[in-house]
């Protein structure tokens, strides 16, 4: 993949030289001449020759033929050439008034001696610039060419699967639904496991207000990364304490490092790139008709003992003489395809980039605009950066970075559209029908039914086309930065970071929504909000590098770092407003105190640190790094304010031994890493540490009063995770392939608990966040590189990825409950900590499947046998099987019911019945895929990533299976137990795939049992993407240097066990595991367009 | 596995197209095992195509083919047939669409019923077999053209008994009728069980197909068993099932009911509306019925139904909305209607035998009347002996013996989707017609009895039921003496009655003395019967304290025979009146204290005799008080005190005069004639010691010669203790020469003694005494053909230790046990005992009571 880039690179290059000759030849004196090595005067194909004028800036280039011989009209005869070839050093001829110039070039010897070597790049590991292969620490890079042809309004979403170690979900199928990454594993119960982005070496604020980045969705997401895809050069992640020691206090859950794409010397580049998209919702659940579903209520309510009376249910009577019901709640609403509509992206962006050894500057603006799946959703955004760095002198160097985004959101008024789709009743009519049966084009909005009243049963179709939501969002981010080499071996540099962002949320909810009567609060409701929020970022690394010899290299810096940042917010929201066009909030309105308020508020937040790194290599063969970072963060106390967190890590390449010398025709490196450091972790919260006010919202006698509103937490401390990293890297066959290995022991103690709830003798509630234990993870991660052929028409590689990672709960706080969940709850697994064992284990009953008559709900001892008693009137009587017998949820079985296996055969299903019934943590996950290129026009790539060994909760088949209340239900409930099997030959031929009967409101048929337990293991097909890129001769006709169309199709299809819609299922929290997703995840086709001029 | 299979296979082949989860689809595929729905059911199984083409013609055609839950009575092809034949139709497509929209929404019922669960019903959440006998159905009649008040209007069924309900949702709640649906477990659950004779005699043409079928649904049977389906299930019938009538719409159908339909209708000739039919008018309705409606040309409807009696013939739902279950399904009610005949005689011999006209009969009696005709309950014709009708009274008249329905006269009867109708010969009895009391409900000139009836005893415990006791509500012996109050006597009284606050006033008294004064006279005009046979378990003479006289069980009382003479008191017999005051009376002449003060007799007149008692007429009130000589308006009504009674009889009778003299010293108040422990409201009955007795008492110390409160104050408690010893207290003994002791508690045993409490309560802290009542047995003494009324004091004991010993106790020669002085006292005209007072009376006896701590 990487050389395939490579050689793309240089195929537009070439392109680029040989364009810019042909333009402009008008007024021009022409230069030609050869260009020669110096070392054995053979001629240079394909050398770059510029035409430079005084000032360094380059006028005209020309790129020289298989013979060497160029030529170039050049502007006037004064200026000078300059001329540059992959391996020798670049030279600068005055021209001095002749016509023809040949250009001897010099070799760079040491390069080309390491011309293998040198082909690694150096990357950022935290604050320093370090060669790949010096690296001691452990990361994973990702070229966005590989993601470039992916729709993906967000990183996370490229990112998945392509990474060891990194774990990518979404948390549903469902459009807008939230990813959560996680970097080796779930480190925290309930606070945020999510990573720290870090964009061009700042520190990417991710709060902005009440914004909680854990719960984020897409699109929020990426609103708040509000960078382009296109802009990206590169996604790094940091995994261990060693790379993400140096940004201590918030890098404890890994770093995410993204570098934006900068100019580079030369003429200037146009390109621009369109991305098409169609999104289509897959498929969804098959969900009941209008006339199924009032058939299951009917009988489910009849199953719970309630002879549903039709004159307060004219809903369910289909009254013929009252055509205003039978119509209206007589039809058969598909309510998802209601809702539902052909999801369109278009994605615009164009560049320029070019510039000068002086100057080099890159500008792109983008244009995106997304027509949501779901109706009444679109989302458009204009994206504009521009990175200019300048050259003062050898010494002083500016860059200015700045970048604007503008985003305009349209959304449901609530999120639950879609959801609320599945279960809306669908005998309802989306449309109204008159008294006589008409049909209106007034939407069917009823104050109440059955399924309540607003916001339980609104019409998903009004609200989605009337509700209205809009979000606008400003981001301004300029950056800029100063460097100055004070002497060959110290650098100074500045950075200085500053983050402007606003959002305004507006949202209205006219009548016509829903239906609801004048005098409700929600009647023309409006909402307003204004957040805003400003953060300061400065670096001042001061940096050592001094020569010490070939086989020696040290660098040391020594920073520090601010950060600062404070948030204002407004909100305002009224009601009853006098009429749909009137959607401001007004204080007129201010009628009902209920539905409107008035709240503002505002937070600041600052961090400090003084940081220091060194890098220390040996014979290319021994490798030492150490980093200490203090800390100061304001949302602590003055005792734990501060924090120290260290790392040291270490690489000894074992393939530069001499005694492995002979060995280096197939074996290009092979090293062995270490490392081990401390990071940290804040809670999300600021203020934690004050004793705080609040206002009641009231009055008395004309007097506001306060009150106290949280517990000041004066020894609230960071949470400390300690990891440990063993790594080898093998590199074989000069790249061919490419192996890493990490295993790691990550520690973290203090673990942070968010709203931890108090005994309400203590006067409050909760606590924002506390200290409560601490928990391991380990885990191990092998990523493989291959390019297995490389022909002079084939390039094929294929990369691949694993890991497993491993959580263990050590301690935990005695006020942390270790078991949540009811076992007398439909619905609800018990999920329980227990130390030493992962976070994430499910506990449930043993589901056997479902009473086919009254006698087999009649208890049976060990052996089997009946058992039977005597009764109070003396009668030897069956005793039948009951659920919690003896408590007050005390139910007896009967025919049709779940079965759950009486694991102590005590005739009584209870909490002494559950048992042990699955894992969420897979034993493994990863990626792999192959890409094919063909006489370099076509490339096919694929992606996929897997999961296996984890268990997974269909939350969805729970909920609609449950035939429980008024929901809708799938038609998996067709399968219903729906009369008895009383002799041997009907219980012989009873359907084997029967589910329980239908109970309003009563029984035990969805309890957490092992019914709704599924292997979760998936493999899924990411993506498939085939491109064509134009043969650039051909293209030069249109007067064009680049031209390559792609399709991309994503999430084609899944190989799974797993019944569910979707295995892929959100880590980390407390809802571990538990898929309630009622579609799959959507599938995309993009058609992309790239045009370089 | 699957997994590692297809992670190679992808190595290999790139693009696959291919959906990969089959099996995830088909598990919501629809299962091949589910039933189909009704429709379709009912398609494939053949025989029922001219059903499902009326069907097609209908909007249920939607509700067959898949939606909600029903159970579905099909007719077959061959009744559908039939049924067209009889009706005249050539085929189904010539059936009037209102017509077969009504034949298709009866054959299905809410909900599913399996085979096991026909007959059965909710109750409680829990299937309960064999008690539901007609299920809901969706049909209901919309809006019909009537004469409404004279002019031709659309009418629409009340849907609950009172009036009419929407519901929140919609202004328009149908009256859904009900099908019957009759099965073996309803007539087997039955009690007493079902025949098929019961359902025979309402389906003539049909035979009951429960003995080996599922049962019958109206007049079809069921043919086969049950056939399920995706929403419900359908029976195949034999014969098509129209929508059956309601008891109003039955009664509007037989001309014989017209008579009786005329009563359930009436109506003043000058008034605009009917005494019990409403028609009435709800504008939400209205709009709705106009919108529903709009070809109509709707200005009102007029919600039809009936109010004034439980039933509402109208209503299909069992005893209306109001219920927190609906259990119509279960029950109906059941409606007697009279013949021309039979209602003529009743109302002859009954309510126009105090009004001229039917015009003048109260509305209330006209309802009461019907009511009669009413039983809350089904009625299936073997259940006739044991059912009673809404005033809880057999229908046969009595439960002993009782006729069966045909002996008792059935004419037709119908099976109504509200109920059941028979038609008889004659009309179901009423207690407010056939007792005692009737004479004060029907007759007007006793309105302000009834009044003070209605007023003050209503309710199922009362006075006024008491005086309806008789065998149509299970009571036999009843017999009971009313004296009747006309309104001129209780006006010439003083009373009125004021009907806007509902309340009698008077003319020297405020309403609350009004009401008092009413109640005291009411109820001092009534005497209960009492048992004078007896089942005597001891030898005549001697009562032994363990030895029982039992009541005769199921004797009947004996009233009052106010013409008799008694042996003794000069022929004066003593009896105590409902309220518990004395009076006496000889040859229909009766006398209240108040009459004998006034020197007046009240002459009785015999009005009626019933089955459960007699009615006089008394030509003046019996008075309690003089009422001749008001000295003031106050005391015109009120009570002479106890102290006046006492300090007569010492004056007539000196025998007694010590005893008196006593009291005077010891409990009399110096400033006014009020008695120590003496209360104006309760009753008294005293015991006056012989001065003999006295001295007696004296000698034994227990009180002292001389009285000084200042300075013995051992010794005035202890003349106060001795005294208070011979006041009973809450009731009046008087010496009626009965066997027994009278007015006696039905719940004693022994109805020859009773034992009552005195005014004395000792407070005695050694022996733990905290106001601790001393009681008196008095006793009756069977001397010759004379009861001798004595008494003897009753011991405190706790468990064998004796507390307070009573003297004279408990002795088997009872010689010393006090005994009433029957003879006639010095002057005057009253006697040594029985002397009368108010509230009270007053006995000489020949001993004296003594009760002592131990």
């Known amino acids: 993949m990487k050389q395939h880039s490579l050689i793309l690179l240089c195929v537009l290059a070439f392109l680029m030289g040989a364009t810019t000759q042909s333009l402009e030849a008008q007024q021009r004196l022409l230069v030609r001449g050869k260009v020669i090595s110096n070392a054995d005067k053979l001629p240079l194909p394909m050398a770059h020759v510029f035409e430079v004028d005084a000032d360094g800036r380059i006028l005209s280039t020309a790129v020289s033929d298989i013979d060497g011989n160029y030529s170039l009209l050049v502007a006037s005869k004064e200026n000078k050439l300059s001329s540059k070839y992959v391996g020798f050093k670049s030279k600068l001829i005055p021209?001095?008034?002749?016509?023809?110039?040949?250009?001897?070039?010099?070799?760079?010897?040491?390069?080309?001696?390491?011309?293998?070597?040198?082909?690694?790049?150096?990357?950022?590991?935290?604050?320093?610039?370090?060669?790949?292969?010096?690296?001691?620490?452990?990361?994973?890079?990702?070229?966005?060419?590989?993601?470039?042809?992916?729709?993906?309004?967000?990183?996370?979403?490229?990112?998945?699967?392509?990474?060891?170690?990194?774990?990518?979900?979404?948390?549903?199928?469902?459009?807008?639904?939230?990813?959560?990454?996680?970097?080796?594993?779930?480190?925290?119960?309930?606070?945020?496991?999510?990573?720290?982005?870090?964009?061009?070496?700042?520190?990417?604020?991710?709060?902005?207000?009440?914004?909680?980045?854990?719960?984020?969705?897409?699109?929020?997401?990426?609103?708040?990364?509000?960078?382009?895809?296109?802009?990206?050069?590169?996604?790094?992640?940091?995994?261990?304490?060693?790379?993400?020691?140096?940004?201590?206090?918030?890098?404890?859950?890994?770093?995410?490092?993204?570098?934006?794409?900068?100019?580079?010397?030369?003429?200037?580049?146009?390109?621009?790139?369109?991305?098409?998209?169609?999104?289509?919702?897959?498929?969804?659940?098959?969900?009941?008709?209008?006339?199924?579903?009032?058939?299951?209520?009917?009988?489910?309510?009849?199953?719970?003992?309630?002879?549903?009376?039709?004159?307060?249910?004219?809903?369910?009577?289909?009254?013929?003489?009252?055509?205003?019901?039978?119509?209206?709640?007589?039809?058969?609403?598909?309510?998802?395809?209601?809702?539902?509509?052909?999801?369109?992206?278009?994605?615009?962006?164009?560049?320029?980039?070019?510039?000068?050894?002086?100057?080099?500057?890159?500008?792109?603006?983008?244009?995106?605009?997304?027509?949501?799946?779901?109706?009444?959703?679109?989302?458009?955004?204009?994206?504009?950066?521009?990175?200019?760095?300048?050259?003062?002198?050898?010494?002083?160097?500016?860059?200015?970075?700045?970048?604007?985004t503008h985003g305009d959101n349209h959304r449901n008024y609530v999120t639950s559209i879609r959801s609320r789709s599945y279960t809306k009743m669908p005998n309802q009519s989306v449309f109204e029908f008159t008294e006589t049966g008409l049909p209106t084009s007034v939407y069917f909005t009823p104050q109440t039914n059955q399924q309540g009243t607003y916001s339980g049963n609104y019409n998903p179709v009004a609200l989605a086309k009337e509700g209205q939501y809009r979000i606008l969002s400003e981001k301004i981010i300029p950056k800029l930065q100063v460097q100055y080499r004070i002497s060959p071996t110290w650098r100074y540099v500045l950075d200085v970071s500053f983050s402007v962002g606003n959002n305004k949320n507006n949202s209205f909810l006219p009548r016509v929504a829903t239906g609801l009567d004048l005098a409700s609060i929600y009647v023309n409701k409006s909402d307003e909000s204004d957040s805003e929020s400003f953060s300061t970022q400065t670096y001042n690394k001061l940096l050592w590098q001094p020569k010490l010899g070939e086989d020696y290299t040290l660098q040391v810096l020594l920073g520090t770092n601010t950060y600062s940042s404070e948030g204002r917010s407004y909100s305002a929201a009224t009601s009853s407003s006098a009429s749909s066009f009137l959607q401001d909030p007004i204080s007129g309105y201010l009628s009902n105190s209920s539905s409107s308020s008035i709240s503002s508020g505002s937070s600041q937040y600052r961090n400090m640190a003084v940081f220091t790194q060194f890098q220390y290599g040996m014979f290319d063969r021994y490798f030492i790094n150490g980093t200490l970072r203090r800390d100061g963060s304001s949302k602590f106390g003055d005792n734990y304010r501060f924090g120290d967190f260290p790392s040291i890590s270490a690489r000894w390449r074992a393939s530069s031994e001499p005694f492995l010398r002979g060995t280096s025709k197939w074996l290009t490196d092979l090293s062995v890493r270490a490392s081990y450091g401390i990071n940290g972790n804040e809670p999300n919260a600021s203020y934690l540490q004050y004793s705080r006010y609040s206002t009641y919202g009231y009055a008395y006698l004309g007097t506001s009063g306060t009150s106290a509103s949280n517990m000041q937490l004066s020894n609230l401390r960071w949470e400390r995770s300690t990891q440990a990293n063993i790594a080898g890297n093998l590199i074989l066959f000069s790249g061919r392939i490419n192996v890493d290995y990490d295993y790691y022991l990550k520690s973290t103690n203090d673990l942070l608990f968010n709203n931890l709830t108090l005994p309400s003798s203590s006067g409050f509630g909760s606590v924002g966040s506390m200290n409560v234990g601490k928990m391991d993870n380990i885990g191990w991660e092998l990523n493989v590189q291959t390019t297995p052929v490389r022909s002079k028409d084939w390039t094929v590689n294929f990369n691949f990825n694993v890991s497993r990672s491993e959580n263990f709960i050590r301690e935990l706080s005695e006020y942390i409950s270790t078991e949540s969940g009811n076992w007398n709850a439909n619905g609800s697994y018990l999920t329980r900590y227990i130390m030493d064992q992962p976070l994430g284990s499910f506990y449930g009953y043993r589901y056997k499947g479902v009473y086919l008559n009254e006698e087999q709900t009649i208890a049976t001892d060990k052996s089997g046998n009946a058992i039977y008693t005597y009764d109070e009137n003396n009668q030897y009587v069956p005793l039948y099987m009951k659920f919690g017998a003896g408590t007050a949820t005390e139910y007896q079985f009967e025919a049709g019911d779940a079965r759950y296996e009486d694991i102590n055969n005590d005739g009584s299903i209870d909490e002494q019945d559950i048992v042990y019934i699955g894992d969420a943590n897979p034993d493994f996950f990863g990626g792999f895929g192959p890409s094919v290129t063909w006489k370099r026009r076509w490339t096919l790539s694929a992606h996929f990533n897997f999961r296996y060994g984890n268990d997974v909760i269909n939350g969805a088949k729970m909920s609609m299976e449950s035939m429980y209340n008024y929901n809708n239900q799938s038609t998996a409930v067709l399968r219903r137990f729906r009369h008895s099997y009383e002799t041997a030959e009907e219980v012989q031929a009873a359907p084997k795939d029967l589910l329980p009967r239908a109970l309003h409101g009563t029984g035990y048929n969805w309890l957490g049992s092992d019914r709704f337990v599924e292997d979760g293991s998936f493999i899924r097909f990411r993506s498939l993407t085939l491109k064509y890129s134009f043969n650039p001769d051909k293209l030069r006709a249109y007067h064009l240097n680049g031209l390559s169309m792609w399709f991309t199709a994503q999430n084609l299809f899944v190989w799974t066990n797993y019944s569910g819609q979707d295995p892929e299922v959100s880590i980390g929290g407390l809802s571990i595991g538990r898929d309630g997703a009622l579609a799959p995840r959507q599938k995309d086709y993009n058609l992309g367009v790239t045009v370089q001029f | 596995m699957k997994i590692k299979k297809t992670f190679w296979l992808l190595l290999t082949v790139v693009v696959a197209f291919v959906r990969c989860s089959n099996e995830v689809d088909s598990y919501y595929d629809r299962p091949d095992w589910l039933e189909k729905p009704l429709y379709e059911e009912l398609e494939a199984a053949g025989n029922f195509t001219l059903y499902l083409e009326a069907v097609d013609r209908t909007l249920q055609s939607q509700v067959l083919k898949g939606a909600g839950l029903y159970t579905c009575f099909a007719p077959n092809d061959e009744a559908f047939q039939t049924w067209m034949a009889s009706k005249g139709y050539a085929n189904v497509a010539s059936i009037p669409q209102e017509v077969v929209d009504a034949l298709v929404s009866y054959t299905l019922i809410y909900g599913q019923y399996q085979e096991q669960n026909l007959g059965s019903a909710m109750v409680a959440k829990v299937w309960t077999p064999g008690v539901a006998y007609k299920y809901k159905t969706p049909y209901y009649p919309m809006i019909s053209r009537e004469i409404v008040n004279g002019d031709s209007a659309w009418v629409f069924d009340s849907n609950t008994a009172n009036g009419y309900t929407s519901t929140s949702k919609s202004p328009i709640v149908g009256n859904y009728k009900y099908l019957p649906v009759l099965t073996p477990a309803y007539f087997n659950a039955s009690s007493p069980a079902l025949t098929a004779e019961d359902y025979e005699s309402f389906y003539p043409g049909s035979s009951w197909n429960g003995v080996s079928g599922l049962g019958n649904v109206a007049q079809a049977a069921i043919v086969g068993s049950q056939h399920l389906a995706e929403n419900g299930a359908y029976y195949e019938v034999n014969s098509v099932v129209e929508p059956i009538k309601s008891t109003h719409q039955y009664l509007e159908s037989d001309p014989d009911c017209s008579d009786f339909l005329a009563l359930l209708d009436y109506k003043l000739p000058t008034a605009s509306e009917q005494y019990f039919k409403f028609f009435m008018n709800i504008e939400t309705v209205d709009d709705q019925m106009k919108l529903v409606y709009p070809e109509k040309n709707i200005d009102k409807v007029w919600i039809k139904g009936y109010t004034g009696f439980t039933f509402n013939p109208v209503v299909e739902r069992y005893n209306g909305e109001g219920r927190s279950s609906d259990i119509t399904q279960e029950n109906g009610y059941t409606m007697f209607v009279p013949t021309k005949a039979a209602l003529d005689n009743f109302l002859q011999t009954r309510l126009l035998k105090y009004y001229a006209s039917l015009d003048q009969v109260p509305a209330t009696l006209l309802a009461t009347f019907i009511t009669a005709q009413i039983s809350e309950t089904l009625v299936w014709p073997s259940w006739f002996t044991s059912k009673t009708n809404m005033y809880g009274e057999y229908l046969a008249g009595t439960n002993v013996n009782p006729s069966d329905i045909e002996t008792f006269g059935v004419t037709g009867r119908y099976l109504s989707s509200n109920g059941i109708v028979y038609k008889t010969n004659q009309a179901i009895k009423s207690r407010y017609f056939e007792t005692i009391f009737a004479e004060v409900l029907l007759n007007p000139d006793f309105y302000f009895m009834s009044l003070a009836h209605e007023l003050y005893y209503g309710g199922e415990t009362g006075l006024t039921e008491l005086l309806m006791r008789c065998p149509l509500n299970g009571y036999y012996s009843e017999r009971n003496t009313l004296l009747l109050l006309s309104d001129a006597q209780l006006k010439a009284d003083g009373f009125d009655y004021d009907e806007v606050n509902n309340q009698f006033t008077h003319r020297i008294t405020n309403t609350n003395g009004a009401s008092t004064r009413m109640k005291r006279l009411v109820t001092n005009h009534l005497f209960l019967g009492y048992v004078d046979t007896f089942d005597v378990v001891v030898a005549e003479g001697v009562f032994g304290k363990n030895e029982m006289v039992v009541k005769n069980e199921g004797a009947q009382l004996t009233a009052d025979d106010f013409a008799a003479t008694s042996t003794i008191y000069d022929g004066w017999n003593y009896r105590v009146s409902y309220n518990g005051e004395p009076l006496r009376f000889k040859n229909n002449k009766l006398q209240a204290i108040g009459n004998i003060e006034m020197g007046e007799e009240v002459t009785l007149t015999k009005v009626e005799e019933y089955p459960n008692g007699e009615v006089f007429s008394v030509d003046r009130p019996l008075q309690y008080s003089e009422r001749n000589t008001p000295a003031s308006l106050d005391t015109a009504l009120r009570d002479k005190s106890l102290w006046f009674y006492l300090d007569k009889a010492r004056k007539e009778n000196p025998n007694v005069s010590k005893f008196v003299d006593l009291v005077e010293i010891v409990m009399k108040s110096s400033d006014s004639e009020e008695l120590l422990g003496i209360k104006s409201t309760n009753s008294y009955t005293v015991l006056m010691p012989t001065n003999t007795a006295m001295t007696k008492a004296l000698n034994a110390a227990l009180y002292p010669a001389v009285i000084d409160v200042e300075q013995d104050k051992s010794g005035y408690e202890k003349a106060l203790r001795f005294l208070q010893g011979h006041f009973l207290q809450g009731q009046v003994l008087v010496d009626d020469n009965l066997p027994i002791i009278y007015p006696y508690s039905p719940l004693s045993d022994n109805p020859t003694s009773t034992i009552m409490p005195t005014i004395l309560a000792v407070t005695n802290e050694r022996l733990e005494l905290i106001n601790e009542r001393t009681r008196v047995t008095a006793y009756k003494l069977k001397l010759g053909n004379n009861y001798q009324l004595r008494f003897y004091a009753n011991s405190i004991t706790r468990g064998n230790t004796t507390l307070v010993e009573g003297t004279p106790t408990w002795t088997a020669g009872a010689l010393n046990h006090l005994t009433v002085q029957r003879a006639k006292a010095t002057t005057g005209d009253y006697y040594r005992s029985n002397r009368m007072a108010a509230r009270a009376i007053l006995h000489e006896v020949n001993n004296y009571l003594r009760f002592e701590d131990k």
Not at chain 1, 351 to 369: D, L
């Open chain 1, 95 to 404: 021209i001095d008034g002749k016509s023809v110039v040949d250009i001897y070039l010099d070799e760079e010897t040491i390069a080309l001696q390491d011309a293998v070597v040198t082909a690694s790049r150096v990357v950022t590991a935290g604050m320093m610039n370090i060669p790949e292969r010096e690296l001691t620490s452990s990361m994973v890079r990702l070229d966005t060419k590989e993601i470039a042809e992916l729709s993906a309004a967000s990183i996370d979403d490229a990112i998945q699967g392509r990474m060891a170690g990194v774990d990518v979900v979404a948390s549903s199928g469902d459009p807008g639904a939230g990813m959560s990454i996680r970097i080796r594993g779930t480190t925290s119960i309930n606070g945020s496991s999510e990573p720290l982005v870090v964009v061009d070496g700042v520190i990417y604020e991710t709060t902005i207000g009440d914004f909680d980045f854990a719960n984020a969705t897409e699109q929020e997401y990426s609103q708040l990364l509000n960078i382009a895809t296109e802009d990206i050069a590169e996604i790094s992640v940091l995994k261990d304490a060693a790379a993400t020691a140096i940004y201590g206090s918030k890098a404890a859950n890994g770093v995410l490092q993204i570098t934006t794409k900068r100019g580079n010397v030369g003429p200037p580049r146009v390109s621009y790139t369109y991305k098409g998209n169609f999104a289509k919702q897959p498929d969804p659940l098959p969900m009941l008709t209008g006339d199924q579903y009032t058939t299951l209520i009917i009988e489910q309510q009849l199953n719970a003992g309630i002879q549903m009376d039709m004159t307060t249910n004219p809903e369910f009577a289909y009254d013929t003489n009252n055509p205003y019901y039978y119509y209206n709640y007589g039809q058969n609403t598909n309510w998802i395809k209601e809702i539902t509509q052909i999801g369109k992206t278009n994605d615009h962006s164009v560049s320029i980039s070019g510039g000068t050894s002086k100057v080099r500057y890159r500008f792109s603006a983008g244009y995106w605009n997304q027509e949501g799946t779901t109706i009444g959703t679109d989302y458009s955004r204009i994206s504009t950066r521009m990175n200019i760095d300048y050259n003062v002198s050898d010494k002083l160097r500016f860059s200015a970075d700045v970048s604007y």
